[in-house]
C-alpha cells in the first residue's frame, strides 16, 4: 500500500515564503502526475500545481510567477516553493499522486497566511 507523506506547512506573514515536501512510498508503484491541491475553508478543493512523468508543470492561474514546483524522481518527492505568500493562499495543502490505477492523497498540511 502506498501512501504520501507531507511536511512543511505552517503560519507565515503575507509575502512570506514556505516550502512544502511531499513524498512518496510504500508500495505505490509507478506514477504518472504528482502535485498540489488545496481546500480553503468552505471552499472545494483546487488544483494548485502538477508535474507529469515526462517534467511537463501545469500551474493555476492565482500561482503563476509565485510558486514553483520541483520534483526529485529518485526520492519519488516533489516541493512547493511557495514566494510572495497572500492572505487568501491560507488553506490546507493536499498532495496527490496519479498512477494508471489508484488516485492516492495526502492527510494535508495547513498553511495560515497572517496579514
Known amino acids: 500500500q502506498g501512501q504520501l507523506v507531507e511536511s512543511g506547512g505552517g503560519l507565515v506573514q503575507a509575502g512570506g515564503s514556505l516550502r512544502l515536501s511531499c513524498a512518496a512510498s510504500?508500495?505505490?508503484?509507478?506514477?504518472?502526475?504528482m502535485g498540489w491541491y488545496r481546500q480553503a475553508p468552505g471552499r472545494q478543493r483546487e488544483l494548485v500545481a502538477v508535474?507529469?512523468?515526462?517534467?511537463?508543470?501545469n500551474y493555476a492561474d492565482f500561482v503563476k510567477g509565485r510558486f514553483t514546483l520541483s520534483r526529485d524522481s529518485a526520492k519519488n518527492t516533489v516541493y512547493l516553493q511557495m514566494n510572495s505568500l497572500l492572505l487568501e493562499d491560507t488553506a490546507v495543502y493536499y498532495c496527490?499522486?496519479?498512477?494508471?490505477?489508484?488516485?492516492?492523497w495526502g492527510k494535508g498540511t495547513l498553511v495560515t497566511v497572517s496579514a
Open positions: 496527490n499522486a496519479k498512477t494508471a490505477y489508484v488516485d492516492y
Open positions: 510504500g508500495s505505490i508503484g509507478s506514477i504518472n502526475v
Open positions: 508535474i507529469t512523468r515526462g517534467s511537463s508543470t
